[in-house]
């Protein structure tokens, strides 16, 4: 969430900044719930000096025999006029929280201005687009070679998930082995995260509660089915003063995500493109605040260098003030190139978030012994994800006869196999 002593102080600077999101932000109850929070400790900090004071007083008047009732009667009246005030003070501060909570993070100045996804600029291409006649979408490739299962899905489960069989199983299982193997290679520490999380961490990351019809809680619990593993990542260090000198922090994990897709209705029906359930491998960073955008720039890079392996056309776009994520500050797409519908697709969206996760998870750290502990920028981005991978595979390496090549660099993952064909 935004720093509350830089939006008091600036209330106007933070609604013009935040025009560029296309909204209006409304900080009229966050400034009042401020006013009420200073008026209030102002307050007690005068009673509670008139307290002190007094009780020396009730002090003397005891230790000269005196009779203290009068003066002692009018402190129990005073203690419970500044326990009231304490209360008002609570409930400020909570509400100053909660609108917190509701405002989202301020775009990095170097986002462009736009309304939607049509408004991204297309920062650099890669590779060469395949040449495939009559192309087919990949749920069509895939249902004809047996390898996914859509109606029986819907039979045990519903709309919106997949049974992958047989190869296509061994395919999903190698793409993510693959992304870990090469990230784990370079700089990041593999983690394999619980996929359930508490209310606390979910809010930690910015999930909830502005996105609470997204998430899957399961009922008379405080359990959440994780949306991706950013927020299990990102929540190990919560409440925590990291050491200066052991930013940055690279981590990856693989991890099953859920998420409802509760305003997606309507959209991306057929396929794998938009499940309730799918697996991800997530990129997650903690940095020292004047190099998160040095860091923002190399996991986009290690995001790409895995598209660049399997030899899967891409593009790198960046979201406009209009198409930003609630909690980002800045944010590249990664659009993989889907072959059977001539489009573009996001298969990774990194995201830098300055110090706005950290605030709400409380993750800082000390340069050194004697400084004050200074929050983190925190990073994440999809490395990548593994259903929209594979349905980029099955479109874009699709043969006349109806098979789909293996990409080389996945052939040692899938023993050996160089081809999935029909049976």
Not at 249 to 261: D, L, V
Not at 368 to 373: G, H, I, L, Q, Y
Request: net charge negative; charged share 25%.
């Amino acid at each position: 969430m935004l720093d509350a002593k830089f939006v008091a102080a600036n209330p106007e600077l933070v609604v013009e900044k935040l025009k560029k999101r296309n909204i209006t932000v409304d900080l009229t109850r966050f400034l009042q719930a401020e006013e009420a929070r200073k008026a209030g400790l102002a307050e007690v900090e005068l009673m509670k000096a008139e307290r002190n004071a007094t009780s020396k007083q009730i002090g003397i008047l005891k230790k000269n025999g005196e009779d203290a009732t009068e003066i002692m009667e009018k402190m129990r009246e005073l203690g419970d006029k500044i326990a009231e005030l304490d209360v008002k003070v609570r409930e400020a501060e909570e509400t100053i929280r909660t609108e917190l909570l509701a405002i989202p993070n301020i775009p990095n100045e170097t986002v462009p201005f736009g309304d939607s996804d049509a408004d991204n600029p297309v920062q650099r291409k890669w590779g060469e687009l395949p040449q495939i006649e009559n192309p087919k979408n990949h749920w069509d490739v895939a249902t004809e070679l047996g390898i996914l299962d859509f109606e029986r899905a819907a039979k045990i489960s519903g709309a919106r998930f997949t049974v992958y069989r047989g190869l296509g199983a061994r395919l999903e299982r190698a793409v993510y082995n693959f992304f870990l193997d090469t990230h784990t290679s370079k700089t990041y520490e593999e983690i394999f995260p619980p996929f359930m999380v508490n209310s606390r961490a979910m809010t930690g990351t910015g999930q909830l509660p502005k996105f609470a019809e997204d998430m899957f809680h399961i009922e008379n619990t405080d359990y959440y089915l994780i949306p991706t593993a950013e927020v299990p990542v990102t929540n190990l260090y919560a409440d925590e003063i990291l050491e200066g000198a052991n930013l940055p922090i690279h981590h990856c994990a693989y991890s099953a995500c859920f998420r409802a897709e509760a305003g997606s209705a309507g959209r991306d029906t057929r396929g794998i493109i938009r499940q309730h359930q799918f697996n991800k491998v997530e990129l997650v960073k903690f940095s020292l605040p004047e190099n998160s955008y040095d860091e923002l720039e190399s996991l986009t890079h290690d995001a790409e260098v895995l598209l660049q392996m399997l030899g899967l056309p891409y593009q790198v776009v960046t979201l406009c003030g209009g198409d930003l994520g609630f909690s980002s500050a800045k944010t590249y797409d990664i659009e993989v190139y889907m072959a059977g519908a001539g489009i573009y697709r996001e298969i990774s969206s990194c995201s830098n978030f300055e110090d706005y996760q950290a605030r709400r998870a409380n993750i800082r750290f000390r340069r050194d012994a004697k400084s004050r502990p200074e929050y983190v920028h925190t990073l994440n981005g999809s490395g990548l994800a593994v259903g929209r991978t594979v349905a980029a595979i099955l479109e874009n390496y699709q043969q006349p006869d109806g098979s789909v090549k293996i990409p080389d660099v996945l052939v040692k993952y899938m023993g050996g196999v160089e081809y999935i064909t029909k049976k």
